[in-house]
């Protein structure tokens, strides 16, 4: 679920303007669609403010931040940094720094501090525990530096985009006063970005990482310009944010049940596999902030001579899309659940395995198939598959396979035998592949399950699986 999350604190900004900050937060709520609403009032300190926003931080779903000043950032990105440790970097789109401490901050405000009191150093009663180390932040858009700032910068390595890992994690961060011609901030700054610059470094970040969290501050309103211009920007970036999860997942999901034919065209990613059957297989999928292009869908399909087949994933981010194809006539098909869990929460919900088989050899992988489902249709995409995998079998009555990729392992072919049902066969399968992605050091697991599987999705969620999204298909018929 998506949330947004209110904070109407001015009291960390000296700006003339602050007092805006409360009304800015307000009207940049009201701009993220479709959200759950919950508006954090503020305390008579900010430490206070800080622990009534810690208590009201939901502990699932996208989470956006709106302030108020860059201080409401504070247990946002804490949060965050507890739950995903060292993979985590915190990407601070802003004109300023924000690394002052009080010892070296010129006006005291601690919106200037904020992000130096995530690294550990600032007021001592907000400085977060764990804290950020400076090789997890990178600045974007920044041209107004204090000298002590500028120093600790240089001397600490901090650094920008280029410098994020490849299996990185990011919370996104946005002080407005980063764009360009904007006057509706404390402080603005020329020579920055343009909205639509910004939706592009979102956009590439985005289709190359998991955002778990975005902030957006300093809005302080007094030009309906900057209103008009921030009415089409905020949702776009929300939507590319809280995208960018689901994508990543799909994206490992293509890559551990790869298809015959794969490429990206004109804003798809497009699949065919003629020897199977099941739609992932020869289905297109909607890239990460592109505009998909329908014609080019079509044609792709029709040179195969093959049913045209979208899976529009997650269906709440492409709604637009989703609207247009059934007009032209597409049918829906495949409704279908994408669930997550922490592998170590999976584990020890799951508890011993038991005897499970731990099979490499993909040679013996058809005779299994067959002995527990009765079929092997999926064998030639399992012969495609080039990241680590191993079936998991259980005394020949259960059996899954699991693909692991870049900290994630994927659970696929879940079966049973079905004169052997209600026996803990999948659940055994579950707790070995948990086993199994332990050692292959990834961290977390998806699969997918159709939303009518009522049995099936309660064993997952009763082994701490939650929804990630939903997709379907639509059919040209």
């Not at 009415?231 to 689901?246: K, W």
Request: hydrophobic letters at 40%; a negative charge; charged letters at 25%.
């Amino acid at each position: 679920m998506l949330t947004v999350v209110e904070i109407p604190q001015w009291q960390g900004s000296l700006s003339p303007t602050a007092p805006k900050l409360v009304e800015g937060a307000s009207r940049l709520a009201a701009m993220v669609p479709q959200a759950r609403h919950v508006r954090v009032d503020t305390g008579d300190t900010l430490a206070e403010t800080a622990a009534r926003v810690r208590r009201a931080l939901p502990q699932d779903g996208f989470i956006v931040t709106v302030g108020g000043d860059c201080g409401v950032e504070l247990e946002p990105v804490a949060a965050a940094l507890r739950r995903y440790g060292d993979r985590l970097n915190v990407v601070w789109f802003d004109a300023h720094g924000d690394m002052n401490t009080p010892a070296t901050s010129p006006s005291g405000a601690f919106h200037g501090m904020i992000l130096r009191t995530l690294q550990g150093e600032g007021p001592h009663d907000l400085v977060p525990s764990p804290a950020l180390r400076p090789n997890q932040v990178a600045l974007a858009g920044t041209r107004s530096l204090d000298p002590a700032e500028a120093d600790y910068i240089r001397e600490a390595g901090i650094g920008g985009l280029s410098g994020i890992g490849d299996d990185a994690v990011l919370y996104i961060h946005v002080d407005l006063d980063v764009l360009d011609g904007i006057t509706s901030v404390g402080y603005p700054e020329p020579g920055g970005l343009s909205a639509q610059a910004l939706a592009e470094a979102v956009a590439v970040l985005a289709a190359r990482h998991e955002i778990v969290g975005l902030g957006i501050t300093e809005y302080a309103p007094s030009d309906p310009r900057d209103e008009e211009m921030l009415r089409r920007l905020v949702p776009e970036l929300v939507q590319l944010c809280s995208a960018s999860g689901p994508w990543q997942i799909e994206r490992r999901a293509a890559n551990a049940w790869p298809a015959r034919h794969l490429e990206e065209r004109d804003g798809w990613l497009l699949r065919h596999t003629p020897d199977v059957n099941r739609r992932r297989s020869n289905s297109a999928l909607p890239l990460t902030g592109a505009t998909p292009s329908i014609p080019a869908l079509e044609a792709f399909y029709a040179e195969r001579e093959v049913p045209v087949t979208v899976q529009v994933s997650p269906a709440e981010h492409h709604q637009e899309l989703d609207a247009l194809l059934a007009a032209r006539g597409y049918a829906v098909a495949g409704r279908t659940l994408v669930m997550t869990a922490d592998t170590k929460a999976v584990a020890a919900a799951a508890g011993d395995p038991g005897e499970v088989e731990y099979v490499d050899d993909r040679a013996r992988w058809s005779a299994l198939f067959e002995a527990v489902t009765g079929n092997a249709d999926s064998m030639s995409v399992i012969g495609r598959i080039a990241s680590k995998a191993v079936l998991l079998a259980k005394d020949g009555i259960g059996l899954g396979t699991a693909v692991s990729e870049d900290g994630w392992t994927g659970v696929f072919c879940m079966a049973t035998h079905p004169d052997r049902r209600r026996e803990g066969a999948a659940r055994a399968v579950l707790a070995a592949a948990a086993r199994w992605s332990e050692e292959q050091g990834a961290s977390r697991l998806y699969l997918q399950v159709e939303e009518d599987n009522i049995p099936a999705r309660a064993l997952y969620e009763g082994l701490r699986f939650t929804k990630s999204h939903s997709y379907h298909y639509r059919l040209r018929v």
